[in-house]
């Protein structure tokens, strides 16, 4: 397209030289974008740290409420700590969940993103990671004290991290898309949990399946049935969310 | 450089553009008026890309919104209500953000040339939050041109500034160039909306009601047609 006004020009034209190869530009600059989103939300973050604070305290309070509720022993240790982690992770990673679309809200900057030439998806993605990293930011330092207050071996670290990592993915992956879905609502603060806690069921269920199993150190092949559940959801969120988001943020 | 065809925009059973026809040339400086709930908002977020139509056609350069509003957003800037900005950022945190959304290249002396047209050089690296609404408005047109877009849409940008603000928007739109681009303006301020624009329509019954060439009507006229549609 050519614009008519003669002396102007899109900035944007200038970044189009003949001799690279426009698909792969195109490639390029939508993880470009994602990335734009991803360090744009860091940064505001960083600034104020009023989500990670709060759910930094909100996990570290279950934690430690749920240990001293419990009568934690070591033959029931392993029965709790599965759901006592979850639940840590699920809530906290709610008031994360919360505020991210809120920010896009505030000054009306969601439909400053939606004016700029990117694919929907990019800002999907681009939301997504960075609900991923704020997450697995807090399960950084919860999970060590997981590990010492419900006295588990630290053999299990390595199997429980990925465990977490695709829990996290899921969680985020569909919670991205109905934080978005909320935004415009008056009761969004009550809706989020309402709408998205059935909804990610199969991943809380198989994530707490998983942990439990790890615990018990159950062999692989006992659990795989879990594992290829929540892969399965996880690829199943993704792609339903991916397909979904430009319908919600649209008018 | 816009052609609207048979606008409609329903929101449910309530009808707000009933089969809006406009042309706009390349260059013309619009002031789009009417009163509250006729539709301005609704007609600019359909052009900008952000609204759909229910039916009609919308032309960007004879290209058609409807298949190519990705494309389409690179040649529009649009100041709405609200800034589009985020708080706590910084101003030139913010312009980096949208300039890397919209493949400005060079960035960095882009946004020092669009920071120094609104007159925020010196500000540009505190946060928005502790800027002044005024100062928050000139941000948000610096926004809206930082890819130099040839067709810029302005939705009451006087929106909450206060008379000196608002005063000085004229020699701000002066400054970034309005006079080559293409503007749409909706303005609820007589005066300014005739002292800027080169063309004024008046929405009326979801349709372009009044439309006259600045130099053709004097304000008196265009006051009586007005205040006439808003006692309506």
């Known amino acids: 397209m050519k614009p008519e006004t003669q002396n102007l020009k899109p900035e944007t034209q200038n970044l189009k030289p003949e001799t690279r190869n426009p698909k792969l530009e195109t490639r390029f600059g939508y993880f470009y974008k994602v990335l734009a989103i991803v360090s744009k939300d860091i940064t505001a973050e960083l600034r104020t740290k009023e989500m990670m604070s709060a759910m930094f305290v909100f996990s570290l309070l279950v934690i430690f409420i749920f240990n001293f509720a419990f009568d934690l022993r070591a033959e029931n240790a392993s029965t709790l700590a599965p759901g006592v982690l979850w639940v840590a992770i699920a809530f906290a990673g709610m008031l994360g969940l919360g505020r991210s679309f809120i920010i896009e809200r505030d000054r009306g900057s969601l439909e400053g993103l939606l004016l700029a030439p990117v694919d929907r998806s990019a800002i999907y993605f681009g939301k997504f990671i960075g609900n991923v990293l704020f997450i697995a930011t807090v399960e950084i330092v919860i999970l060590p004290l997981f590990i010492v207050f419900f006295n588990l071996s630290i053999v299990i670290i390595p199997a429980l991290v990925g465990v977490v990592i695709l829990g996290t993915i899921g969680f985020a992956g569909v919670g991205t898309l109905f934080s978005a879905m909320v935004i415009h609502t008056r009761a969004r603060d009550v809706l989020l949990p309402i709408l998205l806690f059935p909804v990610i069921v199969p991943v809380l269920l198989s994530a707490v399946r998983l942990t439990a199993g790890i615990i018990d150190g159950l062999p692989l092949a006992d659990v795989q049935n879990w594992l290829t559940l929540l892969i399965a959801f996880d690829l199943i969120f993704m792609a339903i969310a991916f397909i979904l988001f430009e319908h919600v943020v649209e008018e | ?232």
């Open chain 2, 1 to 232: 450089m816009i052609k609207v065809r048979k606008l409609v925009k329903a929101f449910g059973s309530r009808i707000v553009l009933r089969g809006l026809n406009l042309d706009i040339a390349p260059g013309e400086f619009i002031t789009l008026m009417g009163a509250n709930g006729a539709g301005k908002t609704t007609l600019m977020n359909i052009i900008s890309t952000l609204g759909k139509a229910t039916a009609g056609q919308v032309m960007i350069s004879g290209i058609d919104l409807s298949e190519s509003a990705a494309h389409i957003r690179r040649y529009i800037g649009l100041v709405s209500h609200k800034t589009l900005l985020y708080d706590d950022l910084s101003a030139e945190q913010n312009l980096r953000f949208y300039a890397k959304m919209y493949d400005v290249p060079q960035p960095q002396a882009r946004i020092e040339t669009v920071v120094q047209q609104v007159g925020l050089w010196g500000r540009q690296k505190d946060p928005v939050r502790t800027y002044s609404r005024g100062m928050q408005q000139r941000l948000a047109i610096a926004r809206a041109i930082l890819h130099n877009p040839p067709i810029l849409l302005l939705d009451e940008p006087d929106t909450g500034l206060d008379q000196y603000a608002a005063d000085m928007l004229g020699d701000l739109l002066a400054a970034v160039d309005t006079g080559k681009r293409t503007v749409l303006m909706t303005s609820h301020n007589l005066e300014r909306g005739l002292s800027l624009g080169n063309r004024v329509l008046i929405l009326m019954n979801g349709k372009i009601g009044y439309d006259v060439r600045r130099e053709d009507v004097s304000i008196e006229e265009v006051r009586q047609v007005y205040f006439e549609q808003l006692k309506r």
